[in-house]
């Protein structure tokens, strides 16, 4: 029996990475763009969000958490000026893109998966590290199938069109964007170039896949249990189509949960939960949740990789230079604790273990030290350089004393 949803979205994210020295002149720009609006956050508005995460946390990403509410007012009055000196100072900005309303359907075309856009962020950090999330929610079908080859098909999406023809099946609903390719041209005009990105080892052709699906609960409850649908899942987890077999351990895998009739499994390309509407919990909490402390808390895990590889990068082309970075990131970027909420440390450590960060890291640390040795070396040879030439100096004026006593004399 086809496996039914009830509720389900999935986030492509695309990051990409520009020039630091750019990063400036790349915010002010989309200040100016009137497609875009800046995301501001209030400790009312998203009080759940600002008892998520710890106050290191808030400080690097939420920094408007601190803003009181006359302040976020008197932001949407500045003058663009005004506002391009304010925004600056905070570490991490987040867009919004206006979206038109979105349409019910297409008169005509039967044929395809459609989709809707309800919401586009673009999240920059001042490392020049950026992230372009994408939701989408597939319209008129319950099918889990659907879901498994739509993020299949459109995770390996090519920026330069090459792979146009093999989404000719996918629908955008939406009077915003006509056709893929006029979607896939303005997401080329947000990100930019890919220069940048290549050196980071970041895929450009690839989006990271961040899932919610909600079963029907005769599927999954009280007598029916989960190792009816796992097959289904481990599918959406390993961004696989619908007709694929599957030969999984598992009794290896590592899933997490938190609630009754609910999962989460991590992989480095993917984040995937699935749930069941046997417990209330998982279609009225759950996907805001997921959708913001968890999403949030991904997007800070990546960063940190992606910084990282960017650190590596650095230190071998200017080793003494990156130090500096090196031990601001120790200091700023490389949080040790997420949040106070169990679960979502767990959620952290996971994302974390996944992206291959501890390892990352110690390559960066093995860097740091190689190269804060050779500083201290050559800080030493400066320093024996400069105390023998005063020694002589010393010598010299001696000599020259000594000379000219024995001379008056």
């Known amino acids: 029996m086809e496996l039914k949803t009830s509720y389900q979205y999935t986030y492509f994210i695309y990051p990409f990475a520009i020039k630091e020295q750019n990063y400036k002149k790349y915010v002010i720009n989309l200040i100016n763009n009137k497609n875009f609006e800046i995301k501001m956050f209030d400790a009312f508005k998203d009080v759940e969000l600002y008892r998520y995460f710890v106050p290191s946390v ?65 999240i920059c950090f001042n490392t020049g590290i950026c992230f372009l999330a994408i939701k989408t929610c597939l319209t008129d079908t319950d099918e889990f199938s659907d879901i498994l080859n ?46 940048q990105s290549k050196k980071l080892n970041i895929d450009e052709n690839m989006f990271l896949i961040y899932s919610y ?57 993917s984040v995937a939960l699935i749930c069941s509407e046997a417990d209330k919990y998982n279609y009225t909490i759950l996907p805001e949740v997921y959708e913001n402390q968890y999403l949030y808390t991904y ?58 960060l501890e390892e990352i890291f110690i ?14 070396i050559e800080k030493n040879d400066k320093i024996n350089k400069i105390s023998i030439i005063l020694m002589l100096i010393c010598l010299l004026l001696g000599l020259s004393n000594i000379a000219a006593w024995m001379f008056i004399k």
């Open 150 to 195: 739509f993020n299949y098909k459109f995770e390996n999406i090519s920026f330069e069109n090459k792979n146009i023809k093999k989404l000719d099946n996918i629908k955008i609903q939406s009077d915003m964007f006509g056709t893929m390719k006029q979607f896939i041209d303005i997401i080329d005009q947000i990100t930019g170039k890919k220069v």
């Open 58 to 122: 808030k400080e690097n990403m939420f920094q408007d958490f601190s803003f009181s509410k006359e302040k976020i007012n008197k932001l949407k009055n500045f003058s663009n000026k005004r506002l391009e000196k304010e925004l600056l100072k905070q570490k991490c900005l987040i867009f919004n893109y206006r979206l038109k309303e979105q349409i019910k359907g297409k008169t005509g075309e039967q044929d395809g998966i459609f989709f809707t856009i309800p919401k586009i962020e673009l």
């Open 299 to 356: 997007l800070l895990t990546l960063h940190q990789k992606f910084y990282l590889n960017k650190i590596n990068l650095e230190f071998r082309r200017h080793p003494q230079k990156t130090i500096k970075k090196f031990l601001k990131f120790c200091d700023e970027i490389w949080i040790s604790e997420m949040t106070s909420d169990s679960f979502g440390e767990k959620i952290y450590k996971r994302f974390r273990e996944k992206l291959n």
């Open 213 to 269: 699906v909600c079963v029907k609960s005769n599927y999954w409850n009280e007598e029916k249990g989960f190792e009816n649908i796992e097959n289904e899942y481990i599918k959406l987890a390993e961004i696989k189509p619908n007709d694929v077999n599957i030969n999984i351990d598992y009794d290896k895998l590592s899933i997490l949960s938190n609630a009754s009739f609910m999962k989460i499994r991590a992989t480095s390309r």
């Open 363 to 376: 390559h960066a640390k093995n860097k740091y030290d190689i190269a804060y040795k050779e500083l201290k």
